[in-house]
């Protein structure tokens, strides 16, 4: 139970950049440019709130590599001579 709370709360921090920069875009169109908001535009603004979450993992995963590969133990096992 505590670990999709974890996760939902996860995805709510994760999503808010994105959020915020839609919020932004839906207001400059509709208040300050006075343009009417189209159909065409929702998939959009929907990837638009998805860019920052998979930047965010992408870093999360690139750091978790990088991470791995100081801890990897095998990487001395394999670069160790074996008695012949």
């Known amino acids: 139970m505590q670990t999709g709370i974890g996760l939902v709360l996860?995805?709510?921090?994760?999503?808010?950049?994105?959020?915020?920069?839609?919020?932004?875009?839906?207001?400059?169109?509709?208040a300050v440019a006075d343009q009417p908001l189209v159909a065409w535009q929702l998939p959009l603004l929907g990837l638009t709130a998805v860019v920052p979450l998979a930047v965010i993992?992408?870093?999360?995963?690139?750091?978790?590599?990088?991470?791995?590969?100081?801890?990897?133990p095998s990487v001395e096992l394999l670069n160790s001579k074996s008695p012949s």
């Not at 915020?20 to 169109?29: I, R």
């Open 57 to 72: 993992v992408g870093m999360l995963t690139r750091f978790g590599g990088v991470l791995w590969d100081q801890l990897d």
């Open 10 to 30: 996860a995805l709510a921090v994760g999503l808010l950049p994105g959020a915020l920069l839609v919020g932004a875009w839906m207001f400059l169109q509709l």
